[in-house]
């Protein structure tokens, strides 16, 4: 605790909080929601909403929360009749010419004007007999749709555009209650960051193309996981709706991707429902892989593997987007050959967020390339597949594109295995979780590991990879030591 | 000089002796009235002392707030480490105020002066003179004055220039002109920080009104006293004012009076009163966004700060707008609601949204479709609509529907019983 | 940026010169965009989307941030205007002084019809404005530049002669 804190007391209860502070964000910490739109905590402040009016003692009119600063033994109320009112009168000013859609509006169910309205509004409107603005529906760029009825022009879009992003391709135009949020012609709003606008917006007037009418926000479970579309490690959530990911939103992590992801990981996520999985662990019979149980199919990854020891080379081909469990067990269970780890990672072009220092969309297609390098595997993936094809055990991790050809036996362990993949000759196929299917753990670029977790379960009889690398190396007789799985 | 009228035996003629001389707005005429004498002086003289002058003044900002103007200019930094600005608000569209323009156009020179010793006295090295877009010919006079006193280099290091407005009430709010002149949209800005320490470019800035500056080189050649002395009422309110009478007078135009003035006087002697056959019914005494008086506030009403306050109503701009018994007043507020709801910026909810709608509560009552409920909704928007926002273009939009409806509710509640003859089509 | 039809870009010669001179006066190039856009209008008439595009490339802004400016004041025209544009003021101290006489009055006289719309002949587009600033001259116009003070109905025949 530092001695130079501020304190001030919100609705009767103290805090203290640094110096600078705004009243806004010392109440969340009194645990005093004050009802806001305009206002975010990963925006410059814009105060014209003026949903978050407050009383403070000795101020001769309500104050804005958002952009008042603390001073010691300010007196803060957000409960008062003129603050409830004041509130009440904001609300209403947006119902007047916000239409009667949460019917068919993506937004319900986490819209904020819903929230507040339901929270403090009045029960009818007195705008009765006139005709609400009408401006049609508009497309601002390849995910993003623009309801100018439902917008009440909290420009956090503009600000986004113009301060995070650093390219100003959104407006406010027009004046009074003519306005509405523009684009020009000549410019889309097709930046790699863009599709963060609608995540900001409060209510449901930019929307996403993708999720349009998919899914309503109660039909959806929230799981915390980490983006799997390069390397920056950009914490997410992924929305499922009866077992199936509909979307991908960030989640706020103030030292990797504040409260951002970027549009690549914003889509990708497609990939994690596919059905064309491998359900069954298979074996070779008679020249030809069948499906088994797990028992069995373990049982013949460990007699290869006795079978095999004795000083011969091990080349492990993985997948920089395995967990590191799993891929610390896969060493493990190699640990009596000598071992040659590697993986490729798909590259692209790095897309940064101008505004925020350290984000970007990484040329590094993969979250966990520094996980494998961290465990010793490298990128010199061409002489590791050379390698493999004397080596007695070539251990193939969710790399279901891997050109791999062996003279030893070739242990596949992917969520998919297409007609023509060379691990098609696989000795044994062992199907895993992806990353939506299991929880693990990533090393972001920066060397920062992060925690994901299961949002739906995995198909047929697919285990997490860690888990089946883990029955492995038990399985094996000591003098392999006792896995210690973080 | 109640140009284009005579000046009137009444007037204390201070800033209006040279309106309608044309060879007062040529340089060298400027020259041979006294003119930049004053500047002379206070480029001499300490900045600390020029400002000390116009705070004994007591010299008051004449764009509407009224704020002490040395006391503003006290506002600048003491330690000089950046660049400061002077903004001079030439935007004025205040409805029924037009000094400024009078001012720039028959003697730019004054204004001019007024700006280079105002710089100074605040140790601006840039001072710009927002002019409203509309103002084509004050502009062009300005324009050929500036020319003429830069070449006669009269203004020593200090640069002035015009930067011309678009179309925009609001850019009248001194955040709002400095956005404008950043070359943004003129949207007021939450204050703090105060323009003083970070206004234009980031930077400590003083905006003072063109009547306001037009004063200072007076002040500073005939001396604080002598400006302090002119007052006939409250001592806090000093000087002469131009008020910009017009609507239902019979001589419309711009009057210069000592502050403390008897507003009774200045309508009916002055300007003549109402046309024949019409008495006074209402009068706005300082610009539309200043609560309407009645009839009997009016005759009582003493033009200073102080005195209009005393009446419920303020002196703002001092555009004094008559309605005689003729004037329909429910029309005439919802054509200043109207007015409010177009000027809009479109930041603040209440603004927004609250102007138009009254606007049409309004415009419902006049074409006869006006609900028993409306007068008190109309009140209880504008309390909405009030103390809650970013500027207060909200507020001026509430000031005359609520005085409006206390005042004349008859002729309100004429129209909503149906005894009034609409004068609008839903 | 590529270019579809043939355009003219608004800045070349004088245009351009002047625009240089413009900057000198400020600190920072988005700070001339008021002044640059009066010259656009001045050349063009009017200001396009394109026209704005141009404007933003040669002061370092987008398009839609120069957009959002010029939506804002309304002075400057979006789309093309009457060889006399004629501004009205209707607002409560002229209104009382007859001001929306003097727009009907307008509207009939020139072809123009409503408020807003351009007249047959191309000459006219008449729009209401607010306060301009002359309530003492009831009512004041604007034809183009030129700021015409006391106009009344009767006055608006020889106004209308002389402007065609």
Redesign the interface.
Same mark, same amino acid.
Request: aromatic letters at 10%.
């Given at each position: 605790m530092t001695d130079n804190l501020i304190t001030l007391t919100i609705d009767g209860a103290p805090v203290s909080v640094p110096p600078g502070t705004l009243v806004i964000e010392a109440a969340k910490q009194a645990g005093v929601l004050v009802p806001h739109y305009c206002y975010h905590p990963g925006l410059p402040v814009a105060g014209l909403c003026r949903m978050c009016l407050v009383e403070i003692e000795k101020a001769p009119k309500l104050q804005i929360a958002c952009a008042t600063t603390v001073t010691e033994g300010m007196v803060v109320k957000t409960q008062t009749a003129p603050a409830k009112d004041a509130r009440q009168g904001v609300l209403e000013f947006l119902l007047i010419n916000h239409p009667l859609d949460c019917p068919i509006c993506d937004q319900a169910g986490e819209c904020e004007l819903q929230d507040f309205v339901f929270q403090e509004g009045q029960a009818s409107t007195r705008y009765a007999e006139f005709a609400k603005r009408f401006n049609p529906v508009e497309d601002f760029g390849p995910d993003v749709l623009y309801v100018p009825n439902r917008c009440i022009l909290c420009t956090r879009c503009v600000r986004f555009m113009e301060d995070v992003a650093q390219e100003p391709v959104l407006n406010v135009s027009e004046r009074g209650d003519r306005a509405f949020i523009g684009i020009h012609p000549e410019a889309r709003l097709d930046h790699p960051w863009a599709g963060n606008v609608v995540d900001l917006c409060p209510v449901g007037s930019l929307l996403s193309k993708d999720f349009l009418h998919k899914a309503r926000a109660w039909e959806l479970d929230k799981t915390a996981s980490i983006c799997t579309g390069c390397s920056q490690g950009c914490n997410i959530s992924l929305d499922t709706r009866d077992e199936v990911v509909v979307r991908v939103r960030p989640r706020p992590n103030l030292d990797v991707n504040r409260y951002f992801i970027c549009d690549h990981g914003r889509m990708h996520y497609r990939w994690m429902n596919r059905g064309d999985r491998i359900e069954a662990p298979l074996i070779r019979h008679d020249g030809e892989l069948k499906a088994v149980d797990w028992d069995e199919a373990l049982d013949r990854v460990v007699g290869i593997l006795r079978g095999a020891s004795g000083g011969g080379k091990a080349v492990a081909l993985v997948s920089p987007g395995a967990s590191s469990e799993a891929l610390a067990a896969a060493k493990r269970l190699l640990s009596g050959f000598t071992w040659t780890g590697a993986f490729q990672v798909v590259m692209g072009e790095e897309a940064p967020l101008a505004g925020v220092p350290n984000l970007a969309l990484r040329a590094e297609r993969a979250p966990n390339a520094k996980g494998a390098e961290q465990l010793g595997y490298t990128r010199d993936y061409a002489p590791a597949l050379a390698a493999a094809k004397t080596a007695a055990v070539v251990l193939v991790l969710d790399d279901p594109d891997c050109a791999v050809e062996t003279d030893g036996a070739l242990l596949y362990l992917g969520t998919v295995l297409g007609d023509d993949a060379p691990c098609r000759k696989a000795e044994v196929v062992l199907p895993i979780a992806n990353v939506a299917e299991e929880e693990g753990t990533f090393v972001n670029r920066d060397g920062r590991e992060q925690r994901y977790f299961q949002a739906k379960p995995a198909p047929g009889m697919a285990q997490p990879a860690a888990w089946v690398l883990g029955q492995l190396a038990q399985a094996m007789a000591p003098p392999l030591p006792v896995a210690e799985v973080s | 000089m109640g140009y284009p009228h005579k000046p009137h035996p009444k007037e204390t003629v201070v800033l209006s002796q040279y309106f309608g001389d044309a060879d007062a707005r040529t340089y060298k005429g400027w020259v041979k009235r006294g003119g930049y004498e004053a500047l002379a002086q206070a480029l001499k003289s300490d900045p600390v002392a020029v400002t000390d002058i116009v705070k004994e003044s007591g010299l008051r900002g004449r764009g509407g707030a009224g704020f002490p103007t040395g006391l503003k200019w006290s506002f600048m930094p003491k330690e000089k480490k950046r660049p400061h600005y002077l903004c001079v608000n030439a935007d !004025?569209? $205040?409805?029924?105020?037009?000094k400024?323009?009078e001012i720039m156009r028959w003697t730019p020179h004054a204004l001019l002066e007024g700006t280079a010793i105002a710089a100074h006295a605040i140790r601006a090295e840039v001072a710009y003179i927002y002019i409203?877009? !509309?103002?084509? !010919?004050p502009w062009t006079i300005m324009e050929r004055a500036l020319g003429d006193a830069n070449a006669a280099g009269v203004f020593g290091d200090i640069k002035i220039?015009l +930067? #011309?407005?678009?179309?925009?009430?609001i850019c009248g709010e001194e955040t709002a002109l400095m956005n404008?002149? !950043?070359?943004?949209?003129?949207n007021p800005r939450?204050k703090p920080p105060f323009p003083a320490a970070a206004g234009l470019?980031g930077l400590p800035t003083t905006i003072n009104n063109v009547e306001t500056l037009a004063a200072v080189p007076h002040i500073i050649k005939r001396g604080a006293a002598w400006y302090k002395g002119l007052c006939l009422s409250n001592p806090k309110s000093t000087g002469t004012k131009l008020f910009?009478?017009?609507? +239902?007078v019979q001589r419309?135009?711009?009057y210069e009076v000592t502050m403390g003035f008897p507003l009774k006087d200045l309508l009916y002697d002055m300007c003549g009163g109402p046309p024949a056959g019409r008495t006074l019914k209402a009068c706005i005494p300082g610009g539309?966004s200043v609560p309407i008086l009645t009839r009997e506030e009016t005759e009582a009403c003493l033009l200073d700060y102080e005195g209009v306050a005393l009446k419920g109503s303020m002196l703002g701009s001092g555009?004094v707008?008559v309605?005689d018994d003729s004037?329909d007043m429910v029309?005439?507020i919802m054509?200043?609601a109207r007015?409010y709801?177009? $000027?809009?910026?479109?930041?603040?909810?209440?603004c #927004? $949204?609250?102007?138009?709608?009254t606007t049409?509560i309004l415009e #419902?009552i006049l074409a006869g479709q006006g609900k028993t409920?409306d007068l008190d909704?109309l009140l209880d928007l504008s309390e909405?609509m009030t103390?809650?926002?970013?500027c207060v273009l909200s507020d001026s939009c509430a000031a005359p529907i609520v005085s409006g409806i206390k005042k004349f509710r008859g002729e309100f509640e004429a129209y909503l019983a149906g005894k009034r003859q609409p004068v609008m089509v839903s | 940026m590529t270019v579809m039809e043939d355009y003219q870009p608004v800045f070349t010669g004088k245009a351009l010169e002047e625009l240089q001179t413009v900057l000198q006066r400020y600190p920072n190039k988005q700070a001339a965009l008021l002044p640059t856009l009066w010259i656009a209008q001045r050349e063009h008439g009017w200001i396009s989307d394109r026209i704005m595009a141009e404007v933003g490339e040669i002061l370092g802004l987008t398009p839609a941030f120069v957009k959002g400016v010029v939506t804002f004041y309304t002075m400057y025209h979006q789309h093309p205007v009457g060889k006399n544009f004629v501004q009205v003021c209707t607002t409560s101290p002229c209104n009382v002084c007859g001001a929306e006489d003097v727009l009907k009055a307008l509207l009939q006289q020139t072809g123009a019809g409503d408020a807003g719309a351009t007249s047959p002949d191309g000459k006219w587009t008449i729009v209401e404005v607010e306060c301009l600033g002359a309530c003492g001259f009831a009512t004041p116009i604007l034809i183009n530049d030129d700021f015409i003070e006391n106009v009344t109905p009767e006055k608006v025949a020889d106004l209308v002669r002389k402007y065609r």
């Open positions: - | !004025e569209s $205040e409805p029924g105020t037009f400024d323009r409203r877009g !509309e103002f084509t !010919e220039h +930067h #011309r407005g678009a179309g925009a009430y404008s002149i !950043e070359g943004k949209r003129g939450i470019f910009s009478v017009c609507g +239902h419309p135009g711009n539309s555009g707008i309605f004037a029309y005439q054509r200043l007015f709801a177009h $000027e809009s910026c479109a930041q603040c909810t209440q #927004r $949204e609250g102007t138009a709608w049409k #419902r409920t909704l909405n103390g809650k926002t970013i | -």
